[in-house]
T-cell receptor, first 115, second 116 residues
Framework: AQSVTQLEIQVTVFEEAPVELRCNYSSSVSVYLFWYVQYPNQGLQLLLKYLSGSTLVESINGFEAEFNKSQTSFHLRKPSVHISDTAEYFCAVTHSGAGSYQLTFGKGTKLSVIP | GAGVSQSPRYKVAKRGQDVALRCDPISGHVSLFWYQQALGQGPEFLTYFQNEAQLDKSGLPSDRFFAERPEGSVSTLKIQRTQQEDSAVYLC??????????????FGPGTRLTVL
């Protein structure tokens, strides 16, 4: 079984400031890691994912996350946020073995970007 | 369709009533998942279908919860004799691959169920 802990419930930053949303996971086997974003009144959307290879993964809108196996972390960062990044962010994990179909999510971090 | 759709978007039920929640996945998607998201929590897995076969229902909280996908496309989540603790947003997701391994799950907007 896996579990995910998102360390921040809510984060408020000024526009153009950097932000880091922290995610730690627990699993006894290899994992795949995801960040999903939920904009107000919209469904969950995939932001980025780590499957294998380079431990640093990037999204098209400037977010990046780094898989750290030794620290079992997958923190999400953006060097300069926009008002439009205001949303709730969910870290999720699944293990890469057979029969591993469902995602296990953290409780989410609400990001508010203020002008 | 363009994305996963769910209906109704909002449902208010009196305790003890039965409800049925519908999910229309993206056309051609093999896999379909149901999740339950309580207020202030992340989504929690309920059940998984590959085509019409329900391969995993380990997340269903009680035998009052039942899901089906008889023709491998539309799915219905039914909750019998609803209780207040069933109040949550029910999310449906689909993916074109046969499992989650690497495959992006596309989520619908959810059905918000309120049990009075």
């Amino acid at each position: 079984a896996q579990s995910v802990t998102q360390l921040e419930i809510q984060v408020t930053v000024f526009e153009e400031a950097p932000v880091e949303l922290r995610c730690n996971y627990s699993s006894s086997v290899s994992v795949y890691l995801f960040w999903y974003v939920q904009y107000p009144n919209q469904g969950l959307q995939l932001l980025l994912k780590y499957l294998s290879g380079s431990t640093l993964v990037e999204s098209i809108n400037g977010f990046e996350a780094e898989f750290n196996k030794s620290q079992t972390s997958f923190h999400l960062r953006k060097p300069s946020v926009h008002i439009s990044d205001t949303a709730e962010y969910f870290c999720a994990v699944t293990h890469s073995g057979a029969g591993s179909y469902q995602l296990t999510f953290g409780k989410g971090t609400k990001l508010s970007v203020i002008p | 369709g363009a994305g996963v759709s769910q209906s109704p978007r909002y449902k208010v039920a009196k305790r003890g009533q039965d409800v049925a929640l519908r999910c229309d996945p993206i056309s051609g998607h093999v896999s379909l998942f149901w999740y339950q998201q309580a207020l202030g929590q992340g989504p929690e897995f309920l059940t998984y279908f590959q085509n019409e076969a329900q391969l995993d229902k380990s997340g269903l909280p009680s035998d009052r919860f039942f899901a089906e996908r008889p023709e491998g496309s539309v799915s219905t989540l039914k909750i019998q004799r609803t209780q207040q603790e069933d109040s949550a947003v029910y999310l449906c997701a689909s993916t074109s691959t046969s499992g989650t391994r690497g495959g992006e799950q596309f989520f619908g907007p959810g059905t918000r169920l309120t049990v009075l």
